[in-house]
């Protein structure tokens, strides 16, 4: 029976070890931090190369010493007391200098770090974006380009972008891992950071900082475009939004200031709402609620019918879409007239 207990124990012992080593080997491939794509993630990667060694070094060896020890030295009753050692000059200086060394080194290489990623990027082909977090999404603003978007950020390759980071409301963070590290989005302070992309590609990204109820969904994405189609979007992006004057895209414009939607979401040329996204050229992103929906009609439709079932939101406090008890014929011409909105 002992056995039998015994062999059970160990099999449950060895499918808990063998599922935490499955566990810790999953990664979400398209948050990884240790894929870096742009210069800035590759200095802070290489810091990180540096010290995570060392820490697992030295991790090991005070668990292994700790571990002799207490096996050595445990009680063996009071008449095989352990010899009492009263001070070492030599260990003592050791175990002290050793460890200031390592942290003076590995301080310093932080230091260093942190000032050149920290450092705007100066020149005449730097872009500048401006992120506003919002609960719970991110407005983007290109003051170069006269352009205002919402959680997807478009940037061309091989370009220093300088990012201006604020809130609208409370603390959020804004963090594309395999293009940078995370920084605070703080109300009342403006914080910097530096991004670039070397290829073309989406590079994703969330809010890192719990701010409220749908803190989850707050995702964004990087797009990284060559710089002659980089310059076409933004292009396109300046220009006023299309007003249908026919058909269910025109029913549907009517609809959308008459239930309120232009009260909350800017159109240029057409609406100027100021407190959700702006909607201009909503139909050339691939996203929409805090990039937590691709873009379609079966998604539209579903947010449309019932915007808090689909993303927790506090309507009541003026945080995120109220449900507008739409009609199912209303909902197919506000569909059509977003679709215009190129």
């Known amino acids: 029976m002992r056995r039998a207990r015994w062999a059970g124990a160990r099999a449950r012992l060895t499918a808990a070890v063998t599922s935490l080593v499955i566990l810790a080997a999953c990664a979400n491939t398209k948050q990884n931090v240790l894929d870096p794509q742009g210069q800035v993630a590759r200095d802070e990667d290489r810091l990180w190369d540096i010290v995570f060694p060392i820490a697992i070094f030295f991790f090991f060896v005070v668990g292994i010493l700790t571990i002799l020890i207490v096996i050595k030295f445990r009680d063996k009753g009071d008449d095989r007391a352990p010899k009492q050692v009263h001070g070492n000059t030599i260990l003592e200086a050791g175990w ?3 460890p200031a060394a390592i942290l003076l080194v590995i301080g310093i290489l932080t230091v260093s770090t942190v000032i050149d990623i920290n450092r705007k990027a100066e020149g005449a082909d730097v872009l500048e974006v401006t992120v506003v977090g919002h609960q ?3 407005e983007y603003e290109y003051p170069q380009h006269r352009v205002t978007t919402a959680n997807e950020m478009h940037i061309p390759v091989g370009t220093k972008v300088n990012v201006t980071l604020k809130s609208d409301d409370v603390i959020h ?5 395999k293009l940078a590290g995370k920084v605070d989005v703080i109300p009342g302070r403006t914080n910097h950071m530096v991004i670039e992309a070397d290829k073309p590609g989406t590079y994703y990204g969330q809010c890192t900082e719990y701010c409220g109820l749908s803190h989850a969904n707050m995702r964004l994405r990087v797009i990284a475009q060559s710089k002659d ?3 076409t979007w933004a292009s396109d992006q300046a220009q006023d939004a299309a007003t249908p004057t026919a058909g269910e895209a025109a029913e549907g414009a009517a609809l ?4 309120g939607c232009s009260g909350c979401h800017t159109v240029k040329g057409f609406a100027v709402g100021q407190v959700g996204p702006d909607l201009t050229h909503f139909s050339s992103r691939e996203t929409f609620a805090g990039a937590i929906f691709d873009r379609n009609n079966e998604n539209l439709r579903r947010w449309l019918l019932d915007p808090p079932k689909e993303k927790p939101m506090q309507p009541d406090r003026n945080l995120g879409m109220p449900n507008l008890h739409l009609t199912d014929d209303e909902i197919t011409k506000l569909i059509a007239y977003l679709d215009t909105l190129k």
């Open 173 to 177: 963070s804004w963090w594309p891992p």
């Open 136 to 138: 719970w999404w991110w």
């Open 96 to 98: 002290t200098a050793i």
């Open 229 to 231: 189609d980089f310059a």
């Open 256 to 259: 959308f200031r008459s239930k």
